[in-house]
Structure formats: C-alpha cells, structure tokens
C-alpha cells in the first residue's frame, strides 16, 4: 500500500520522499524546472521496497508492515504485520483490487473508497494511486524562500491544472534548495481548507539519490492523529517478472 | 473417503516440507478468540456461555512454483461441550505458465463485492458465513489467465465424498471499468435417508464497477429446474462515502435480492429461514442495508438490518470495533429479532420451525500473531 513515491503508497509522501535529488544546486531556477528536477528523482522506473506505517491517534499507536512493488503506473502492495498479514492491494491504471486472504477472494473497490484511509491511515487509496508527474497535474509558481531545520528551501505552490482529477487542489512545497528534496508540503482541498501536511522526518543517500526514509502525514481534520510511513529497504530498478501486476498474482 | 483425501494431501505436504532447504523461513501464525455469548430467548430467559477459538496458518515458502498452504480452526462447540476442529485449508498449488493447479481442501468463493450473492459457487451469505466452514471444500481448481483481468476458472468439489461431485466453471473479465463475471454450478444427486434430492444446476451473472460516486452492482441468477421452468433470482446493490467536516467518513451499502422462496434458505441458511412454509408469497424480496461510521483510525460503529419487504420481519445487528493495540482487537456484535408471529425473522416460529431468539449479544477480544 503505500508505495514510494508517485506510486505507492504515499503519494504524496513520496512526492515529497521522492522528492530528489539533485546534485548541484541551481542559481536562479524557476518554478517548473525546480519541479522537474524533483520530478525526474520521483519518476523511479520501479521499486521494491519493505516499509512501515506508524498510526499514531492520541496516546495509541499501531504498525503496520509491507512489501512494495511498483512501475510507473502500477503497483502491488503486501501486508505482513499479523493482523493483516497476507491483505494485498493491486493498483492498475486507475483500477485498485483488493485480495482477501482468508477466503482467498478478489474484490474490485468501489472507485468512492479511493478517497478512503488506507487500513485505517491518513493514506488514502487516491494518495497511492497519484502516479503521475507533479507537472503533469499541477502548475507551480515560487511564493518564497524559507529555511526548515537549518536547510534553505524553495516554497513552492502547485494548483491543479484545468480539468485534471487529483486528490488536492493545492499543494505548497518546501523543496530542499541542496538536495532537492521535500521537506513539507501542505495539501489543501479547493475551498481552501488544508487537508494534510507531510513532513521529512529522516533523508539518506541511496544509490546515489537521496531518499526521504522517514516522514510523517498529519490529518489536519482529525486532532492528535498522524501517520508515519518509514522506508526499511529499497531497491531501485529491480527485475520485475511479468505477470506481476496481474489478478492471478494476487491469489 | 474425505479424510483419505485429507491424509494424502498432508502426506504430500510433509515431503515437501522435507525438502525445504533449513534456511528457508517457516511461520505460524494465526488468531486467538475469546468471546461471551448471551441468547435471549422466546420466554425472555438468557442464556450465556463462553465462546474460544483458535485458528492456526502455517506459512510455508513457495517451492518450485509450488505453494502449500495449512490453516486449521480449533473451537469449543456448544452443542457438544468438546473442543473440535475444522480444517480450513490443506492444499498445494502449482503455478504452470498458463495454468494454476490448486488441489485439497480450499476456499472457493466467487464474491464480487455484494453481502448476499446468489450466485456464489457454495450459497450462503457472505455476512452470516462466519465459521460454517461452508466455503471450503475438498476440490481441485484448474484456474487459467487470459490476460490481466481475464480468466476462466474450472472447480470440482466432493462435498459430500467422491461419489458427489460438484462441478462449477467461470469467467471472469473486465469492461469499460466494470468487473464481470459468469459462471455455472451443477450440484449432485443427492440420497438423503432415502430421499433422492435431484441434481441441480444454476447459471449467474455478475457485474460491479461505478456509476459517478456511487459503487454499483448487480447479480442474476437462474437455477434450473426438472420439469424445464426455471426460477430467477437478482440482486441489485450500491455503496457510497461520505465525508465529515471533521475528516470521520460513514460508509453506506444497501441491496435488494429478489428470489423464490424455495431458494432462499440456500443463501441465508436454515436458521434464518426456519419459518419459509408459512405466510411468505412465493417469491421473496429481501432489502438489506448495512452503515459503517468511523470513529477514529481505530474504532468503528457499524450498523446492519435485513428486512424481508414481504412481512416486514426484521433483524437489526448493531456492533463495534476498537483496535485495542497492534494485534488486539476488541469486538461488540449483537442482533435483534423483530416480526410477528410466523413471519421470516420473527423471533418466535412455528412448531417444528427452527427456533429463533429474540436477541443475542457477543462480546470478546480477538488476538492476531
């Protein structure tokens, strides 16, 4: 469920994960070419990764585990905490599937749950299922300059474009001015309220990118209540077999 | 002869069991139940009695394409005070290029997504399945893949031993967005105590996909007869979200089965249809509707009714769900019997009917390892 970047799970936490790495900084960059760049580290060919999701809601917290897989435009996701052990998700064009292990069935969800907690996160389906590059959806414009953490930033603001579907109408970006990374985003709905924030938690150089490794999406509707996703292995690039992001590899 | 079958199954797995490498990772896993049930009867007299349960799945890795898979369900058994046992799962399965091969006792489910489905390969419905274990059965399952969303799928189940056999075919596709299925069941001859109950056989459809926000799907159904007339069934259903300013969401789902009543009790079973011969018309129409409203990321109120539109009798199940921590669960179900007398979910039935309470309640925490 929740995948890197674009395409797992997180999508938007990947966005920000995923969010790149660039190796040198750009003296006067605009707006999209900062977004490029970012883009061009999120558009991972595929991945396969282990990952957790922390559901903290006021003083509990529960963890969730999987096994990401993913390609550009598909994904499939596994869960091996023992409660859920053995749920799969396959994520195809705009089609997500359920896999049930108990009876072994494959259900197709109703296209209205996409905007649901995924197992019971601040991960919606739609959140996994936003693949596409952020330049694709939304335009971008620089609104400022600010430093988090001690890191100097691009803030950046993306509003959907023209009769493009995406899960937030707006988004605001603090993009790492070094490493072209995002540090946080705010994800806001159309009449203005903000939905979610995500924020970098941990970043590591992996294969010569850097990766976001730890972040945290907060529900800004819910009170006390935010999910962790943190990435434990990833593979870049991986042999993916045919077949794999098929209906008879979920049984 | 079933347990022949079962012990030939297990034999082959032990071997391949002995051929796995020492390193290779061998799991168990599985969930430990514990609930209180109190029943209310007719006379207004409860009674309650403790509920335990333990279900066992050993996780094996796959093989040489070859998958085995082992999951047994202990639990106390109330009518005969032991402890028994059902044995969910005892497979193998082999992975072909263009076939997969699944032999031993299996789940075989053919939902789509609906709470009733008369169309299912076993009837019954999914809600009130529970542990009946009526979905897994002795059977070998010939599944072929056509494309990504595409298959055909060839069951033939045993029942009732070797000599029943119950075959069923399907296919399943995908269009413009909707998920598509159809399939045929031929149930066997049946002597039971001397009483030939003839075969019989069915054809379904399915179909669910989206209709602007609203899930949508259908079922229909018709179940062949001797003397050449048929009985149809259909069922029509939906579902929806909807989103709180708080961020909480309720989910809806609501459908309506259409169907004759001699039909009926292979789809709710015996203990919900004890009062079918009496004052119900010939064909039965079922609406059933079922709320989930979110509290926070770890508890959950859900609310299901089920009326029968013919007498209005009706049965309301309340319940609630808390995430206690990462594997304990805590679960509160109960139902309510509503109808006058001789009606399909009434609590009181008929001399000879099957008896139904006025209520029942359970309460019990679930551990998952």
């Known amino acids: 469920m929740r995948k890197v970047k674009g395409f797992l799970l997180i999508g938007i936490i990947m966005s920000i994960l995923f969010s790149s790495i ?8 605009t707006a999209e070419e900062i977004i490029n760049k970012r883009d061009d580290n999120e558009y991972i060919i595929s991945i396969k990764a282990e990952a957790e999701m922390i559901i903290v ?7 969730k585990t999987m096994l990401i897989l993913s390609d550009k435009r598909n994904a499939l996701i596994e869960f091996t905490n023992p409660q859920d052990r053995g749920t799969k998700f396959l994520k195809r064009e705009n089609d997500l599937w359920m896999f049930f292990p108990d009876a072994e069935e494959i259900i197709k969800i109703s296209g209205h749950m996409l905007n649901q907690g995924m197992m019971g996160s601040d991960f919606s389906y739609q959140d996994i299922m936003e693949s ?110 045919e077949g794999t992001f098929t209906l008879q590899n979920l049984r | 002869m079933k347990k022949y079958f079962s012990i030939a199954i297990l034999f082959i797995i032990f071997f391949l069991l002995g051929s796995i490498s020492i390193s290779a990772k061998v799991d168990i896993g599985g969930e430990l139940a ?44 109330p009518m005969s005070g032991g402890f028994d046992y059902l044995i969910k799962k005892l497979y193998l399965k082999h992975r072909f290029e263009k076939l997969h091969l699944t032999l031993g006792r299996q789940p075989i489910s053919w939902s789509f997504g609906s709470m009733l489905n008369p169309v299912d390969f076993t009837l019954g419905s999914v809600i009130m399945d529970e542990e009946t274990g009526s979905k897994y059965q002795n059977a070998i399952e010939a599944y072929y893949p056509i ?85 149809l069934a259909y069922l029509i259903g939906g579902d929806y979200s909807y989103f709180f300013e708080a961020g909480n969401k309720i989910y809806f789902q609501l459908e309506y089965l259409s169907m004759k009543k001699d039909n009926l009790s292979s789809i709710l079973g015996p203990f919900f249809t004890g009062n079918l011969t009496n004052n119900l018309k010939e064909n039965v129409g079922l609406i059933l509707g079922m709320a989930n409203y979110e509290i926070d990321e770890f508890s959950q109120i859900n609310l299901m009714v089920i009326s029968s539109l013919n007498d209005g009798s009706i049965i309301v199940m309340p319940g609630y769900r ?37 209520g029942m309640i359970g309460i019990g925490l679930t551990y998952s390892f």
């Open chain 1, 22 to 29: 660039i190796i040198a900084p750009a003296l006067e960059m």
């Open chain 2, 147 to 231: 494309n990504w969303n595409s298959s055909i799928t060839a069951i033939a189940a045993f029942p009732n031993g070797f000599r029943n056999m119950k075959w069923g075919i399907r296919g399943r596709t995908m269009l413009e967005g909707y998920d598509l299925t159809l399939n045929y069941v031929r149930e066997p001859e049946i002597d039971s105590m001397g009483t030939i109950i003839p075969a019989n056989q069915r054809i379904g459809f399915t179909a669910k996909g989206d209709l602007g926000p609203l899930g949508v799907y259908g079922a229909l159904g018709y179940y062949f007869k001797d003397n050449g007339d048929g009985d």
């Open chain 1, 57 to 63: 809601s006021g003083g509990r917290k529960i963890t």
């Open chain 2, 322 to 358: 808390n995430q206690l921590s990462n594997n304990l669960s805590f679960n509160l179900s109960t139902a309510i019997y509503f109808g006058k007398e001789d009606t399909l979910f009434a609590p009181n039935v008929s001399e000879g009917a099957q008896q139904k309470p006025k």
């Open chain 1, 132 to 241: 596409d590059k952020l330049t694709d959806l939304y335009d971008f414009k620089i609104i400022g300059e600010e430093e988090i953490d001690g890191h100097p930033c691009y803030v950046l603001e993306g509003v959907a474009r023209e009769g493009v579907k995406v899960s937030y109408y707006r988004r605001v970006s603090w993009v790492d001015k070094e490493r072209f990374i995002g540090l946080q985003e705010e994800l806001y709905a159309q009449s203005g309220k903000l939905l979610k924030e995500t924020k970098l938690n941990e970043a590591q150089e992996i294969e010569g990118r850097w990766i976001p490794v730890d972040s945290v999406m907060e529900n800004k509707l819910r009170k006390d209540t935010y999910t962790g996703f943190k990435i434990v292995q990833i593979d870049f690039n991986p042999e993916i077999p």
């Open chain 2, 34 to 77: 514990a609930s209180l049930i109190g029943i209310i009867d007719n006379q207004g007299n409860i009674f309650a009695y403790p509920q335990e349960s333990l279900d066992l799945e050993l996780f094996l890795p796959t093989l040489n394409n070859t998958q085995t898979k082992f999951e047994i369900y202990l639990f106390n058994n």
